[in-house]
């Protein structure tokens, strides 16, 4: 079965930097285009990052772009989320997201349309 499984999630303090990592089992991770997406509690589930099957492009919500970064590592079967200058805005669950691409310039930035979802890693930033 499909397993997405976040690390990296931490008490951080404003200004500093984390890295995420989803690590995929049960899928041809090859093939599928990931996200980011982070929830705070009581509202929606929020689009962060995502990537297309090579890695070879990307797309960025406006309230991370210039900070993060989303890479992937196709033979490790795991997709990144790099974090700099976070300040407390970035707190959340960040979750990772998988769903399989036909096409290899294909990215998903809207959560209805992923398949796969990991159970999330907790972000703190601290002020």
């Known amino acids: 079965q499909v397993q997405l499984v976040e690390s990296g999630g931490e008490l951080v303090q404003a200004g500093g930097s984390l890295r995420l990592s989803c690590a995929a089992s049960?899928?041809?991770?090859?093939?599928?285009?990931m996200g980011w997406f982070r929830q705070v509690p009581g509202k929606e589930r929020d689009f962060v990052a995502a990537i297309t099957r090579s890695g070879g492009s990307t797309s960025y919500a406006d309230s991370v772009k210039g900070r993060f970064s989303i890479s992937r590592d196709n033979a490790k079967n795991t997709v990144y989320l790099q974090m700099n200058s976070l300040k407390p805005e970035d707190t959340a669950v960040y979750f990772c997201?998988?769903?399989?691409?036909?096409?290899?310039?294909?990215?998903?930035?809207?959560?209805?349309?992923?398949?796969?979802w990991g159970q999330g890693t907790q972000v703190t930033v601290s002020s």
């Open positions: 997201a998988g769903r399989s691409a036909i096409y290899s310039g294909t990215y998903y930035t809207a959560a209805q349309y992923y398949d796969y």
């Open positions: 049960g899928l041809t991770f090859g093939t599928y285009a």
